[in-house]
């Protein structure tokens, strides 16, 4: 569902396909519930491998990311510093995995592409952006670690599941039509770059 | 103090520094980010700044790293020869960086490649990367710190430019990379370019580059022009933080150089994203330091 609380426009979880219909790019949203950390060897094990995930992430958040953890006692786990990871990576993954998992929100970094786009259209789902490198920020937001899944991949790979208390700001990078932030920004900074190109060389001939 | 006891004093100092690095940002980055916010006009810029000052206050606030990603460690070592622990300094800065991973924590950044497992101790072999450049008739030890973590490693490249190319050449490769991988490497980027002969010469001078400090200048005019043209350049693309848009996309652009061979211009870039942990630190033949990077530290 979708909550507005403090002025800010809060998803929490479980979320609908219809709860993010009129959400656009460049809007700023946070998010409470269930969030869970999966990156490059869960999405792997997820698409080619057609392993079932062990955390159902169905109609909740994925976050692209390996946080670093402090062991508590009776296996619980403390989140010290949590943010995201380049989303570019699980690109050639993500349109499977949508579909699989039926995954609503997907948290990360950096744009992701075409792949993406498609399983957020077809599916109902959006990719986010947590402004990155801001862990302290992330991790104040996330209130306990309910379960630690797949942890023979290690701290950083390990599906940490989360629950989370206004998680954001996120910045929506792919709308549920598909629109692509990252994709258009990148034409105007290419034309702009061409043009700085041509006025840089002309002042760089130092062999002559 | 023996020569023991000398190796535990530096390995706990160098444990301490590499943690404090991965939780406070140095004073040269931290007054450029200043800068670069208070330009900013627009909404999403605005709000992405705030949160990267309010993470930086609340990281030394709960004593955490301020990023997750603390990176593999990499270690730029100028040593005097007559330095007394130069024979255990590779090993020591290891067991620093063992140390560190635990107490401070730091996240486990070594897989063992082909084995491809998580090492769970964040060294490996060849990790943490250790750099040397001997000094002849000297007794100090220079150590630059650095984490590289994976976002901004991911932009580096190098290659070797026909002498036809020119320097016409490097300005594509470098603004090339801006925007297809800088934008996701979070901007504003400190930018590292080395200008030399081959793939390796270039790539080590582009990492050294990221060493110097934010707002300093090549020695040489026509480089330091460059450094200028470069910086004006990519600002002028927009990247703006996280490269979402915005006025500005670098902190700086740092250019080193040699001569290079008739027939070939070797170029790399490497870059260092908004949260550039880099640490400066010297120490003299009785292990008193100096730090250069952040004021206000004691080890």
Same mark, same amino acid.
């Given at each position: 569902?979708?909550?507005?609380?403090?002025?800010?426009?809060?998803?929490?979880?479980?979320?609908?396909?219809?709860?993010?219909?009129?959400?656009?790019?460049?809007?700023?949203?946070?998010?409470?519930?269930?969030?869970?950390?999966?990156?490059?060897?869960?999405?792997?094990?997820?698409?080619?491998?057609?392993?079932?995930? *062990?955390?159902?992430?169905?109609?909740?958040?994925?976050?692209?990311?390996? *946080?670093?953890?402090?062991?508590?006692?009776?296996?619980?786990?403390?989140?010290?510093?949590?943010? *995201?990871?380049?989303?570019?990576?699980?690109?050639?993954?993500?349109?499977?995995?949508?579909?699989?998992?039926?995954?609503?929100?997907?948290?990360?970094?950096?744009?992701?592409?075409?792949?993406?786009?498609?399983?957020?259209?077809?599916? !109902?789902?959006?990719?986010?952006?947590?402004?990155?490198?801001?862990?302290?920020?992330?991790?104040?937001?996330?209130?306990?670690?309910?379960?630690?899944?797949?942890?023979?991949?290690?701290?950083?790979?390990?599906?940490?599941?989360?629950?989370?208390?206004?998680? !954001? *700001?996120?910045?929506?990078?792919?709308?549920?039509? !598909?629109?692509?932030?990252?994709?258009?920004?990148?034409?105007?900074?290419?034309?702009?770059?061409?043009?700085?190109?041509?006025?840089?060389?002309?002042?760089?001939?130092?062999?002559? | 103090?023996?020569?023991?006891?000398?190796?535990?004093?530096?390995?706990?100092?160098?444990?301490?520094?590499?943690?404090?690095?991965?939780?406070?940002?140095?004073?040269?980055?931290?007054?450029?980010?200043?800068?670069?916010?208070?330009?900013?006009?627009?909404?999403?810029?605005?709000?992405?700044?705030?949160?990267?000052?309010?993470?930086?206050?609340?990281?030394?606030?709960?004593?955490?790293?301020?990023?997750?990603?603390?990176?593999?460690?990499?270690?730029?070592?100028?040593?005097?020869?007559?330095?007394?622990?130069?024979?255990?300094?590779?090993?020591?800065?290891?067991?620093?960086?063992?140390?560190?991973?635990?107490?401070?924590?730091?996240?486990?950044?070594?897989?063992?490649?082909?084995?491809?497992?998580?090492?769970?101790?964040?060294?490996?072999?060849?990790?943490?990367?250790?750099?040397?450049?001997?000094?002849?008739?000297?007794?100090?030890?220079?150590?630059?710190?650095?984490?590289?973590?994976?976002?901004?490693?991911?932009?580096?490249?190098?290659?070797?430019?026909?002498?036809?190319?020119?320097?016409?050449?490097?300005?594509?490769?470098?603004?090339?990379?801006?925007?297809?991988?800088?934008?996701?490497?979070?901007?504003?980027?400190?930018?590292?370019?080395?200008?030399?002969?081959?793939?390796?010469?270039?790539?080590?001078?582009?990492?050294?580059?990221?060493?110097?400090?934010?707002?300093?200048?090549?020695?040489?005019?026509?480089?330091?022009?460059?450094?200028?043209?470069?910086?004006?350049?990519?600002?002028?693309?927009?990247?703006?933080?996280?490269?979402?848009?915005?006025?500005?996309?670098?902190?700086?652009?740092?250019?080193?150089?040699?001569?290079?061979?008739?027939?070939?211009?070797?170029?790399?870039?490497?870059?260092?994203?908004?949260?550039?942990?880099?640490?400066?630190?010297?120490?003299?033949?009785?292990?008193?330091?100096?730090?250069?990077?952040?004021?206000?530290?004691?080890?």
């Amino acid at each position: 569902m979708v909550k507005y609380e403090n002025g800010k426009k809060i998803l929490v979880t479980p979320i609908s396909a219809e709860d993010l219909a009129d959400i656009k790019i460049g809007d700023i949203l946070y998010l409470s519930g269930s969030l869970t950390t999966c990156r490059d060897v869960a999405h792997r094990r997820v698409v080619e491998e057609g392993r079932e995930i *062990p955390v159902d992430v169905r109609n909740n958040a994925i976050l692209h990311a390996g *946080p670093i953890i402090r062991p508590l006692e009776n296996d619980k786990f403390e989140m010290v510093s949590v943010g *995201p990871t380049t989303s570019m990576r699980m690109e050639k993954f993500e349109y499977e995995f949508v579909k699989t998992t039926g995954v609503r929100v997907i948290v990360g970094k950096g744009g992701m592409k075409e792949n993406t786009a498609a399983a957020c259209k077809d599916f !109902g789902c959006i990719h986010v952006v947590i402004p990155a490198g801001n862990a302290v920020v992330a991790a104040v937001a996330v209130e306990e670690i309910e379960r630690a899944e797949w942890r023979d991949l290690g701290m950083p790979e390990t599906l940490w599941n989360c629950r989370v208390k206004e998680f !954001g *700001p996120l910045i929506v990078s792919i709308d549920s039509q !598909g629109r692509n932030y990252f994709e258009e920004k990148k034409i105007e900074y290419n034309k702009r770059k061409d043009e700085q190109i041509e006025k840089i060389c002309k002042e760089v001939k130092f062999i002559k | 103090m023996t020569h023991e006891e000398q190796v535990k004093r530096m390995t706990d100092m160098m444990a301490k520094f590499v943690g404090f690095t991965g939780k406070k940002l140095p004073d040269d980055v931290i007054a450029k980010l200043t800068e670069l916010r208070s330009k900013e006009t627009e909404a999403m810029p605005k709000v992405i700044y705030d949160t990267m000052f309010r993470n930086q206050e609340l990281a030394v606030k709960l004593d955490r790293p301020s990023c997750q990603d603390t990176g593999v460690l990499q270690f730029w070592v100028k040593c005097g020869t007559g330095f007394p622990l130069i024979d255990d300094l590779e090993a020591l800065l290891k067991e620093a960086v063992v140390k560190a991973t635990f107490e401070t924590p730091l996240r486990h950044n070594s897989v063992e490649t082909f084995d491809e497992y998580n090492t769970g101790r964040n060294v490996g072999k060849g990790t943490p990367t250790v750099w040397w450049d001997i000094v002849p008739h000297s007794d100090k030890c220079e150590i630059y710190t650095y984490m590289a973590g994976g976002g901004c490693t991911l932009p580096g490249c190098a290659t070797v430019l026909m002498p036809g190319e020119g320097y016409e050449g490097v300005t594509k490769f470098v603004m090339d990379r801006m925007t297809s991988y800088g934008l996701n490497a979070c901007p504003p980027l400190l930018v590292g370019v080395g200008v030399a002969t081959s793939v390796e010469t270039a790539a080590l001078l582009s990492k050294k580059a990221l060493m110097r400090p934010i707002g300093s200048h090549n020695e040489n005019e026509r480089a330091a022009k460059m450094e200028k043209l470069l910086e004006d350049g990519i600002n002028a693309i927009g990247l703006g933080p996280q490269g979402m848009g915005g006025k500005y996309s670098v902190m700086g652009v740092n250019i080193e150089n040699t001569a290079r061979h008739p027939s070939a211009i070797g170029v790399a870039v490497n870059v260092g994203c908004w949260s550039h942990r880099r640490g400066h630190i010297i120490f003299d033949k009785d292990l008193n330091y100096e730090i250069t990077t952040h004021t206000g530290v004691e080890l």
